[in-house]
Structures are given as structure tokens and as C-alpha cells.
């Protein structure tokens, strides 16, 4: 299936969660947490709707920049999940 001339929607929903972080990203980070977790829980199936129209590859990259924009939460839970000490 060729996507030449189709208005492929999973980029415009990547686009519109990019800008919803950025301005999550804005808020006082009281208020970032609730944004933040449903951004945090859409983000693989974002993933995977890209890759499934665009391929792998660009699902390797979606992935990278998920990663990147969510590191800190993503190494905090993952050193609460190993037992590693935490800091609060």
C-alpha cells in the first residue's frame, strides 16, 4: 500500500503528542504527573502505529526519542523495580 498522497494520520498524532509534551513539559511539575502518565502510557502504541506505517526503522527512532524526552522517569522506576536505591 503506498502512502504518497495520503494524510497519514499516525504522524499527525505523533505531532500533536510531541507539542502535548512540550507544553506538559512547561507546566510546574506538581501539575506535570497526570499528563505526563497518560503521554507516558500512549507513547508504545504511538510506536507501534508509526512502525506499522512507516516500518521498523521509524519505530526505532520513535522509540529513541520517547526514551530521551522520558529518561529520568524511566530510570527512577526502573531502580525502584530492581531494589537499587532511590532518590526522592
Do not use: C, K
Not at 494524510?7 to 501539575?31: D, E, H, N
Not at 512507516?54 to 526514551?67: E, H, P, R
Not at 524511566?74 to 531494589?83: F, H
Amino acid at each position: 500500500m503506498s502512502l504518497e498522497g495520503q494524510l497519514v494520520y499516525s504522524v499527525v498524532f505523533a505531532a500533536l503528542w510531541v507539542v502535548a509534551s512540550t507544553i506538559v513539559a512547561m507546566l510546574p511539575m506538581r501539575l506535570q504527573f497526570p499528563p505526563g502518565v497518560v503521554l507516558f502510557v500512549s507513547a508504545p502504541a504511538l510506536i507501534v502505529w508509526l512502525g506499522h506505517d512507516f516500518g521498523w526503522f521509524f519505530s526505532v527512532l520513535a522509540f529513541a526519542a520517547f526514551a530521551s524526552m522520558f529518561r529520568n522517569p524511566i530510570r527512577y522506576y526502573w531502580r525502584r523495580w530492581t531494589g537499587q536505591e532511590v532518590e526522592e
